[in-house]
């Protein structure tokens, strides 16, 4: 149990040091993007908060007046650590609204997307995976390989279009557009988790079969255990091990890679603050977004080093077995 | 080891996701007496000077001077206004018994509070008014200009400026909250994307019929077209060719529309090298087949721009004869200009090949559409166009260093509800990153300056004559197409009219069909 829990604290002090060092590289990385960017910011920012109809040359100036955009980029990066380390976000240049606040609710949204996203891709998916691992090759197996094709095929917007189609304009069950409705959310997560689907089947089913040709799985049989019981207590979780770190990786694709899905379904996510702060040179918005979205992934790849320790508590590693 | 966990895993997502369908119900049900309005226009700051439209639209503010559907100005919270002899004091005399939705008393003084504060704002065409002082007395709201300005009723219908209760804003000034005067008071507002208003027991006038309104940002065409036909919103704005012909197919929902005073035209630097020919100018115009363009874009043919303002500004569009389509025209004047064939099919003239950079933004979708067209167009001819899809705010920072050679734009012709106003900057003698770049004309100036200077009519229709007439022969900015605004709307509702100054969605002239 000692040992567990050294490993547990390792784990935890090895992420929380990448997430320190994640932070500064991203925001200083983010920062020399945006210097890099062509055009003038203050017309951008100017651009984004009055609109195309009213941003002019005075509107420009009055911005870079207000924001001291005039002051040298390292000064600007400099104000921007000191706050950021005592945890001082800033206000947006273009809303002037707490950074802390608006990325908090865009975040909220993505969370509340890519969770039940997963899940649903977490079902359809490694469900398909595993009836069809039963008998590789079968009728199952053949619809699986179809279906990972005709989902990973559809792009995702052509699948969320068709999906309002059917469940929002013909059966009416759901509504088309919106934010902040648990109703609201099953359209665009469907959509998510269906393209994701596909390919959960796909890795659940390899590593099914590969578990299921495996000795202990042979032992578990020949002992004389139930299917049913071999698939939960030796299968299932054995193949686990290899979905969950392939769970992270898709949950990372799913918190970073929803924009188009994000403006289909009218969700308001980080996927959304992020192009909105880019397109108007929002470097508080931008940096914070880029931040948390990097942060996410630390945390998410430390969920998942945890949950494989909890799934496969077995030594490894010459550090950990001395 | 528990080797249910995993199914109790999947049986409480199933759970989730169900229950999350069940919501869908029971938010239709409780939406019966809500008006649904839906719309591309996200709203990203409360302040007036900012995202104001949404908040006049939605009625929830005023203006204290507004304008009817003709445009023509009326009284908003300022009742009447009158100027000195001399047009540099101006009194605005307001309603009487106007509450905000807090319950405080619209007062002389809250409206200048508001009203400095917005005059600061450089984006606001308040800021562009020569204002010495804004003051109250018992009743009234005073200006005093330091020269005279004729257009100060036509710039108050603006909504920047738009008054705010003194609680709307923070100890920074800022604003944190809506307070308006309006018949509308704000119930739920989640930026970017939603607000929530419902009639104010404070409103002053008639009682509307439509009770409560929902607004709702949503960004894509393609939702929106299908919010509109699936019965998910009674009134949805700006539906793109494809969603209107969905519409116009559907049962219980019918298109409404409207020309706005808004011309996509191509703006340009007349002093550059090539552009600063006037047979240049001319022979791009002539090489536009802007029926076809109209009609495959927006797809509407009578959209197409022969005059540099709509026909719906009647005052401004005086009988000239419409914008030739003459492409032989076009080569013959290229050639007088001494644009001959090159070797690529690309026009020369002393080794230089003649190529331009066109800007645009894809705020408005059509624009990168028609800015693609132009292009196909202009190589007919032997013109080598690249197109760059970019920020809006590219095309005043262009101007600003003197970099930018063509630019096509969506001018709105009406910001306030006087042309005038936007007429006399986009024709600055100094140029204007809307307007003209590089371009005078001692003519245009006389008539502009005339025209503010309050010129009585037949006179005022002669220098507006005058200004088009020289634009028109002398294309500093070339017409392309007009834009029509349109909306599809619920059978649920009636007596909608489309306010083609989008100035407020008229929503307490909206009721509930029998």
Do not use: C, K, M
């Given at each position: 149990m000692t040992s567990r829990r050294l490993r547990l604290a390792g784990v935890l002090a090895r992420r929380g040091a990448q997430g320190v060092g994640v932070a500064v590289v991203v925001s200083v990385l983010c920062f020399l993007l945006v210097l890099r960017l062509p055009g003038d910011a203050a017309y951008r920012i100017a651009a984004g908060r009055y609109g195309y109809d009213l941003v002019d040359q005075e509107a420009a100036a009055a911005v870079r007046a207000e924001l001291g955009l005039d002051r040298s980029a390292w000064h600007r990066l400099g104000d921007w650590l000191i706050d950021l380390a005592q945890l001082d976000f800033g206000t947006?240049?273009?809303?002037?609204?707490p950074v802390a606040e608006e990325v908090g609710y865009y975040l909220l949204g993505t969370l509340q997307l890519a969770a039940v996203a997963l899940a649903f891709a977490v079902v359809i998916g490694a469900g398909a995976g595993v009836l069809a691992a039963r008998?590789?090759?079968g009728p199952v197996d053949r619809l699986t390989t179809a279906w990972v094709a005709s989902v990973r095929a559809v792009p995702p917007f052509l699948l969320g279009l068709l999906l309002v189609v059917v469940?929002?304009?013909?059966?009416?069950?759901?509504?088309?557009v919106g934010h902040g409705t648990p109703a609201s959310l099953v359209l665009p997560a469907a959509t998510l988790g269906l393209g994701l689907s596909g390919l959960f089947a796909r890795v659940t089913r390899d590593a099914v079969v590969e578990v299921r040709s495996s000795e202990y799985v042979q032992f578990a049989r020949t002992k004389g255990l139930a299917e049913r019981w071999v698939l939960l207590r030796h299968v299932v979780r054995n193949a686990a091990v290899l979905v969950v770190p392939y769970l992270g990786v898709q949950a990372v694709v799913l918190i970073e890679g929803v924009v188009v899905v994000e403006s289909l379904f009218s969700w308001q996510g980080l996927g959304h603050a992020l192009v909105h702060a880019v397109f108007w040179r929002d470097v508080p918005v931008l940096q914070a977004t880029a931040l948390v979205l990097a942060l996410l992934i630390v945390a998410v790849n430390t969920a998942v080093d945890l949950v494989v320790l909890w799934l496969d508590p077995r030594p490894r590693g010459s550090g950990v077995s001395a | 080891m528990n080797p249910t966990r995993p199914a109790v895993a999947a049986v409480a997502a199933v759970t989730l996701l169900a229950l999350a369908g069940c919501g869908a119900g029971a938010d239709r049900s409780s939406s019966a007496d809500v008006l649904r309005v839906a719309g591309p226009f996200e709203v990203h700051s409360l302040d007036p000077t900012a995202d104001g439209e949404i908040f006049t639209r939605l009625q929830v503010t005023e203006t204290l001077v507004t304008s009817d559907i003709e445009g023509e100005l009326v009284p908003g919270l300022a009742t009447e206004w009158s100027a000195s002899p001399d047009n540099t004091e101006w009194r605005f005399e307001l309603v009487e018994g106007a509450t905000f939705h807090d319950g405080s008393p619209l007062t002389p003084e809250a409206a200048v509070e508001a009203l400095e504060k917005v005059a600061?704002?450089?984006?606001?065409?308040?800021?562009?008014v020569p204002i010495e002082d804004i003051a109250a007395d018992e009743s009234a709201v005073l200006f005093d200009l330091a020269t005279a300005d004729l257009t100060l009723p036509a710039v108050l219908?603006?909504?920047?400026t738009a008054i705010l209760a003194p609680?709307?804003?923070?100890d920074a000034g800022?604003?944190?909250?809506?307070?308006?005067?309006?018949p509308y008071e704000v119930t739920d507002v989640e930026l970017p994307a939603s607000i929530e208003t419902a009639v104010s027991?404070?409103?002053?006038g008639e009682e509307p019929a439509i009770e409560k309104v929902a607004f709702q940002a949503v960004g894509r065409a393609e939702s929106r077209a299908l919010l509109a036909v699936s019965d998910q919103a009674d009134v949805v704005f700006s539906l793109e060719p494809a969603g209107r012909s969905r519409v116009e197919g559907a049962d219980g929902v019918r298109m409404e529309s409207s020309l706005q005073p808004r011309t996509i035209l191509l703006k340009l630097?007349?002093?550059?090298?090539?552009?600063?020919d006037v047979r240049v100018r001319r022979a791009l115009s002539m090489a536009l087949d802007r029926e076809s363009m109209a009609g495959a874009?927006?797809?509407?043919?009578?959209?197409?721009?022969?005059?540099?303002?709509?026909?719906?500004?009647e005052a401004w569009h005086p009988d000239l004869a419409p914008l030739p389509e003459d492409e032989q025209g076009a080569l013959d004047l290229l050639a007088e200009a001494g644009w001959e064939p090159g070797s690529d099919g690309v026009l020369e003239r002393d080794g230089e090949p003649l190529e331009l950079t066109l800007l645009t933004y894809p705020?408005?979708?059509?624009l990168p559409a028609l800015a693609t067209a132009i292009q196909g167009a202009l190589a007919e001819i032997g013109v080598r166009i690249e197109v760059d899809v970019t920020n809006s705010s590219e095309i005043p920072a262009g101007q600003a260093d003197g970099s930018l050679e063509l630019a096509l734009i969506a001018k709105h012709f009406a910001l306030v509800s006087d042309p005038l106003v936007d007429v006399a900057t986009v024709f600055a003698p100094e140029g204007d990153d809307w307007g003209v770049m590089n371009w005078a004309d001692p003519a245009v100036e006389r008539a502009i300056e005339a025209l503010l200077a309050g010129a009585p009519e037949p006179e005022a229709a002669e220098h507006r004559e005058t200004i088009v007439r020289v634009a028109h022969e002398d294309l500093p900015l070339i017409p392309v197409a007009w834009y029509r605004m349109n909306a599809a709307v619920s059978d649920?509702?009636?007596?909608f009219v489309m306010d083609p100054l989008e100035t407020?969605?008229?929503?307490?002239?909206l009721s509930w069909a029998s």
């Open positions: 947006s240049l273009v809303t002037s609204r008998r590789p090759s469940f929002s304009a013909q059966l009416e069950l759901l509504p088309a | 600061t704002v450089e984006a606001s065409p308040l800021a562009e219908t603006h909504y920047s609680s709307s804003y923070d800022q604003v944190t909250e809506v307070v308006g005067t309006g027991p404070e409103w002053r630097n007349a002093e550059h090298p090539i552009l600063g874009v927006l797809r509407e043919e009578e959209l197409a721009a022969t005059h540099l303002f709509p026909p719906s500004l705020d408005r979708p059509e649920r509702v009636d007596g407020t969605w008229r929503i307490t002239d």
